[in-house]
Each structure stands twice: as structure tokens, then as C-alpha cells.
């Protein structure tokens, strides 16, 4: 969604605060998209901070479906976002701020569901799980461990061998 910031720029004290929905039906971190499960209608608060500048701050709670880093199961992954930004009006703004502003900013316009997307990336979790002590996948066979164990023999009496497991198994710990 897009919103005419021109009206906050120019009047001092100006604060407008509207509801906006977020439209993407996926979220996208390095590359890859993950569907929206659940999306609320967020609030956007668009305060004037002296001519030409206006303070933006947009919040949301949506959920997204990411497969758990161990076993691959879907998890539904809560994000609560509250962005804030200084803006400028592009007649004001030097090559930095435009630069800075450049992912959201439309000319006068704030394009909310960039300012969103950006949002996502940050908030992005350093792992995700479907529970803490997700047991993962066997190496060996690939079955779901959390489902019981599969019998195969993981054990690697060689010790070279073993150092390459150990380093596989720190890989796999994302
Ligand atoms: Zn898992
Ligand atoms: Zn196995």
C-alpha cells in the first residue's frame, strides 16, 4: 500500500495514523519464499519531525510457515514487527538519505509493504524449530527422529571418520 507522505511533510505537528494490510501471500529471507498463514491489519503512524521530515512507524503481527531447521516440519512462526524510520522528502533529502529511503520510498510516497518486507528480514530468527529439542533427521536414513529411532548404526569407529561426522553434525546445527 502505498501513502502520500506530501500533507506530513509540509505541516508542522502533523501526525496521521491509519490501519494498512500487509498483501503478500509469502515472505521472502535469502532467496526463498514462505507462505503467510495469518496477517492482522496493522497501524501506521506518520508523524511530521520539522520540514521535509516526517517519522514513520508501522506495526503487524502476521505468521509465516517456515519448515523447522532440523526435521523440516512446518512451523508456524509468529512475527510481531514494529518498524520505525526518519524520512525525507526527496526535494530535501541529500544522496545518503535517498539511499537510505530508497526500499520504501516511492517520491512522496511510502510504500508500506517494502517498509514490511524490510522489517521481516531483520526480524528473521537465528533458528527455527517446531520445539527446542527437535531430535532432527537420522543421517543415515533421513526418518524423523522425533518419531522414534530407526536402528541404524551411527556410530563410526574409524577416527578419521569421525572427525568428518563430527564436523557434518556441527553443519547440520544450524
Ligand atoms: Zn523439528
Ligand atoms: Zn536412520
Redesign the pocket.
Known amino acids: 500500500m502505498l501513502v502520500n507522505l506530501t500533507d506530513v511533510f509540509t505541516s508542522d505537528g502533523k501526525v496521521v495514523e491509519q490501519p494498512f494490510s500487509y498483501e503478500a501471500k509469502e515472505v521472502f529471507f535469502e532467496g526463498k519464499g514462505y507462505p503467510v498463514k495469518e496477517c492482522k491489519t496493522g497501524t501506521v503512524r506518520i508523524s511530521n519531525a520539522g520540514q521535509g521530515k516526517a517519522l514513520v512507524e508501522a506495526e503487524l503481527k502476521l505468521t509465516a510457515a517456515i519448515p ?6 512446518e ?1 508456524e512462526q509468529p512475527f510481531d514487527l514494529h518498524a520505525a524510520c526518519e524520512v525525507v522528502s526527496p526535494e530535501r533529502a541529500d544522496a545518503e538519505a535517498l539511499e537510505e529511503q530508497a526500499a520504501f520510498m516511492e517520491g512522496y510516497e511510502l510504500n508500506i509493504d517494502s517498509l514490511i518486507d524490510n522489517e521481516i528480514l531483520i526480524s528473521w530468527p537465528m533458528k527455527v ?3 527446542p529439542d ?1 531430535k ?1 533427521l537420522c543421517p543415515v536414513c533421513g526418518k524423523d527422529l ?1 518419531t522414534g529411532a530407526c536402528g541404524c548404526d551411527t556410530f563410526v569407529p574409524d577416527p578419521r571418520m569421525a572427525a568428518i561426522m563430527d564436523v557434518f553434525n556441527a553443519n547440520k546445527e544450524v
Do not use: E, H, Y
Open positions: 523447522c531447521d532440523r526435521c523440516l516440519r512451523v524449530l517446531c520445539r527437535c532432527g522425533n
